[in-house]
């Protein structure tokens, strides 16, 4: 008989010798289609994922900061003190660094005992990093006594991330984390800087969703996406307007640039891609949410030129298949998402798993997604939700 996993309830008891007052959940996300139009006023359309950080917490009597995260097995032992002086010398960096930016954000006083424990892929484009900024504001805010308030979390943890880690992000990954539902997806405005959920049902078809790692470096991402954002915004000042949602296909094509009318192109037509998703997700036509995606990839491949060559043969693979795939995040490597039939999964990991090996490629990693999840949430039972995979 396999041994029950002890709860995060009896670990942090087993680790502290005390019961936890708060305990948080927090999913990743994976963007399913609009990639590259959140910094152009654009959609997006994200889920939560059943892959998640989870954060217990409780006060000391003294100033002392005691951590302890599965990931890395780090145990880290300090005063307060050590804290205010880190904060000082940004932009921050690792478990520590998040732990201090909260800490200096909420102005804490106390001493804490923090157990972080996650079955979300690290440094996978799936927001690890936003999951663990929100898993710890939500503890360290309820242990403050205070209301833990949805859109207060969300711009604090993009300040988190910008004003204490350096990061330029924005707010889609924390809006997806914090907002997700379970069978919906997020439609993103970055415009309106908010979302409304929509159905994303794939589950009640006999679908599922991976999002395949394809085990590729990253390297060029960062100085690549900020040429892309230099170039987008270039080509809507040359048309005219604030941001290139309130552009129109007609009149990109009239750019003659040919690098800026391409960037436009993708923007505006992905755009349109994913209002045409979530329809076509409402009313059951998952073929067109398939071809949806393989024309996403296609303009993210072409005329964005973010895509690789083994993203690129990886989409071109699935597709022959039948398996509805898109790179997703910034591109420049990472990971793919495929919509497939629930019994085309083992074919599937068998198939490209022999296509990698053939290529003489790191081979790559699936991680199966049967539902959207829940979002950010309160854990209140002495148990691991259903929905957490490890």
């Given at each position: 008989?396999?041994?029950?996993?002890?709860?995060?309830?009896?670990?942090?008891?087993?680790?502290?010798?005390?019961?936890?007052?708060?305990?948080?959940?927090?999913?990743?996300?994976?963007?399913?289609?609009?990639?590259?139009?959140?910094?152009?006023?654009?959609?997006?359309?994200?889920?939560?994922?059943?892959?998640?950080?989870?954060?217990?917490?409780?006060?000391?009597?003294?100033?002392?900061?005691?951590i302890y995260s599965d990931y890395g097995r780090e145990d880290i032992h300090l005063p307060a003190d050590d804290l205010s002086g880190l904060v000082k010398r940004r932009p921050l960096r690792g478990l520590m660094g998040f732990v201090a930016a909260v800490w200096h954000l909420l102005e804490y006083e106390q001493g804490i005992d923090l157990l972080i424990l996650s079955t979300l892929p690290i440094a996978s484009g799936l927001s690890s990093s936003a999951s663990l900024s929100l898993g710890i504001l939500a503890v360290m805010t309820e242990l403050l006594g205070k209301p833990v308030v949805t859109e207060q979390l969300i711009a604090q943890a993009r300040r988190v991330e910008n004003d204490y880690l350096g990061v330029s992000s924005g707010i889609l990954?924390?809006?997806?984390?914090?907002?997700?539902?379970?069978?919906?997806?997020?439609?993103?405005?970055?415009?309106?800087?908010?979302?409304?959920?929509?159905?994303?049902?794939?589950?009640?078809?006999?679908?599922?969703?991976?999002?395949?790692?394809?085990?590729?470096?990253?390297?060029?991402?960062?100085?690549?996406?900020?040429?892309?954002?230099?170039?987008?915004?270039?080509?809507?000042?040359?048309?005219?307007?604030?941001?290139?949602?309130?552009?129109?296909?007609d009149s990109v094509e009239r750019l003659t640039d040919p690098v800026l009318r391409a960037r436009a192109r993708h923007v505006v037509r992905e755009n349109q891609r994913v209002e045409l998703t979530v329809?076509?997700?409402?009313?059951?036509?998952?073929?067109?949410?398939?071809?949806?995606?393989?024309?996403?990839?296609?303009s993210l491949s072409e005329?964005?030129?973010?895509?690789?060559?083994?993203?690129?043969?990886?989409?071109?693979?699935?597709?022959?298949?039948?398996?509805?795939?898109?790179?997703?995040?910034?591109?420049?490597?990472?990971?793919?998402?495929?919509?497939?039939?629930?019994?085309?999964?083992?074919?599937?990991?068998?198939?490209?798993?022999?296509?990698y090996r053939d290529q003489g490629w790191t081979l790559p990693r699936f991680l199966e997604v049967r539902r959207p999840a829940q979002g950010l949430r309160k854990v209140t039972e002495d148990k691991v939700p259903e929905d957490v995979i490890d």
């Open positions: 008989m396999p041994q029950r996993r002890p709860s995060i309830r009896e670990q942090f008891y087993e680790r502290y010798g005390r019961e936890p007052d708060s305990i948080w959940l927090s999913p990743g996300r994976v963007n399913l289609i609009g990639d590259h139009t959140d910094y152009q006023g654009g959609l997006a359309l994200p889920i939560a994922l059943p892959y998640s950080t989870r954060v217990a917490g409780r006060l000391r009597q003294d100033r002392m900061i005691h990954d924390p809006l997806a984390i914090a907002r997700g539902r379970a069978d919906f997806a997020l439609l993103v405005d970055a415009l309106r800087q908010d979302g409304r959920h929509v159905p994303f049902d794939y589950a009640r078809y006999g679908l599922t969703l991976w999002i395949i790692d394809t085990q590729t470096p990253r390297t060029l991402a960062a100085s690549g996406y900020d040429r892309r954002v230099r170039e987008t915004q270039a080509a809507s000042h040359v048309l005219g307007v604030p941001d290139l949602r309130r552009a129109t296909p329809a076509a997700a409402g009313a059951g036509n998952w073929d067109r949410v398939k071809s949806l995606f393989w024309a996403s990839h296609q005329d964005f030129m973010v895509s690789t060559p083994v993203l690129d043969q990886t989409v071109g693979w699935l597709r022959e298949m039948g398996v509805g795939a898109r790179l997703t995040g910034a591109g420049f490597g990472g990971s793919a998402v495929a919509l497939a039939a629930s019994e085309q999964g083992e074919e599937m990991a068998r198939r490209l798993t022999e296509h």
